[in-house]
C-alpha cells in the first residue's frame, strides 16, 4: 500500500520521525466502532465493494464505524500513483485501486486492516490521521517486541537490519513491515493498513513495492524477524492499541 499523506515541506530520507501519537477517539459516546475478523481468504474486489457500501452507509448515519481484518488470496493492487515499469511480473491478478500509492502484495498471511472511520467525528485532520495510524502500529509492534519506526522521505512502518548491506553511500539497510494506503471520501475513510505477519516474501518479487528501489531497502514480516506471527496474538495487539487511539470497540 501507499499512503495518504498531504503535501508540505519536501523530507529528507536520512530523518527517522517518531510520530507524535494523537487521539483519535470519537466525540460520540457510546458508539463504539466495530471489530470485525474474517475468517478465510476474502477476494480483493468484494473487500472494495463492501468497504464502498460500508462508507456510505456511514456517510449517511446507517451504520457504525468498522474496522475490518481480513487476508487476501494472492494479488497485486495499483494505487493511484502506480507506475507500470514497477509491474516486473504479473505472476498474480493486477486490481486497480482508489487508494494513494503505488503497487503493492497482499496474500496469505499478512494481515490487512481496512479502516472505515468518520473523521468528522474525530477529527478532520488527514495528516494528523496517518500519523495516528503509525503511531498504533508501532505500538502494536512493540507488543510483539518488533521496534518499528518511520522516515520522512518514506511511507509505511519500517524495522532497521543491521544484518544486510549498506547501502552505496552507508545508508544502513532497513526492511518495511506494515504499509499505509488510504482515500478519504466526505472524511470517512477507506482502504486502511498491511502488517507482514508471515507472508510469503517471495511474491513481493513482482513488482516494485511501494516503489522502493534503493538495495538496502527491503520488506520483511514478523516471522522473518523471528517474532510472534501467531495471528491471533497479533489481532489482539492490534486491538489493544488501537483502542488506546481510537477508542473502544465492539465484537461484529
Known amino acids: 500500500m501507499g499512503?495518504?499523506?498531504?503535501?508540505?515541506?519536501?523530507?529528507?530520507?536520512?530523518?527517522?520521525?517518531?510520530?507524535?501519537?494523537?487521539?483519535?477517539?470519537s466525540r460520540e459516546t457510546g458508539a463504539p466502532v466495530e471489530w470485525?475478523?474474517?475468517d478465510g481468504l476474502v477476494p480483493y474486489e468484494r473487500a472494495l465493494a463492501e468497504m464502498a457500501a460500508r462508507v456510505a452507509a456511514i456517510q449517511s448515519g446507517e451504520a457504525r464505524e468498522r474496522v475490518w481484518l481480513i487476508e487476501h488470496p494472492p494479488v497485486y493492487t495499483a494505487g493511484t500513483s502506480a507506475k507500470d515499469a514497477d509491474l516486473l511480473d504479473p505472476r498474480f491478478p493486477v486490481v486497480r485501486a482508489g487508494r494513494g500509492g503505488q503497487f503493492?502484495?497482499?496474500?496469505?498471511g499478512q494481515r490487512i486492516v481496512y479502516l472505515m472511520l468518520d473523521l468528522t467525528r474525530r477529527r478532520r485532520d488527514a495528516r494528523a490521521f496517518v500519523c495516528a495510524l503509525e503511531s498504533w502500529l508501532i505500538a502494536a509492534l512493540g507488543d510483539l517486541g518488533v521496534e518499528g519506526f518511520t522516515r520522512e522521505a518514506r511511507v509505511g512502518v519500517w524495522v532497521a537490519r543491521p544484518e544486510k548491506p549498506k547501502g552505496a553511500a552507508g545508508e544502513p539497510a532497513e526492511d518495511k513491515i506494515a504499509a499505509l494506503g488510504?482515500?478519504?471520501?466526505?472524511?470517512?475513510?477507506s482502504h486502511g493498513v498491511a502488517l507482514n505477519v508471515a507472508p510469503d516474501l517471495t511474491h513481493f518479487s513482482g513488482i516494485t513495492p511501494c516503489g522502493i528501489r534503493e538495495s538496502h531497502l527491503?520488506?520483511?514480516s514478523l516471522k522473518a524477524l523471528g517474532a510472534?506471527?501467531?495471528?491471533?496474538?497479533?489481532?489482539?495487539?492490534?486491538?489493544?492499541?488501537?483502542?488506546?487511539?481510537?477508542?473502544?470497540?465492539t465484537d461484529a
Not at 104 to 108: A, D, Q
Not at 182 to 189: D, E, H, T
Not at 232 to 249: H, N, P, Q
Open 104 to 108: 503493492t502484495y497482499h496474500g496469505p
Open 218 to 220: 527491503g520488506v520483511t
Open 3 to 25: 499512503e495518504l499523506r498531504p503535501s508540505g515541506t519536501k523530507p529528507t530520507a536520512t530523518v527517522t520521525r517518531s510520530p507524535e501519537i494523537i487521539g483519535f477517539k
Open 182 to 189: 488510504l482515500r478519504l471520501s466526505r472524511w470517512v475513510s
Open 228 to 249: 510472534p506471527s501467531d495471528m491471533r496474538l497479533v489481532d489482539a495487539a492490534l486491538r489493544r492499541r488501537f483502542e488506546e487511539i481510537f477508542g473502544e470497540t
Open 36 to 38: 470485525r475478523i474474517e
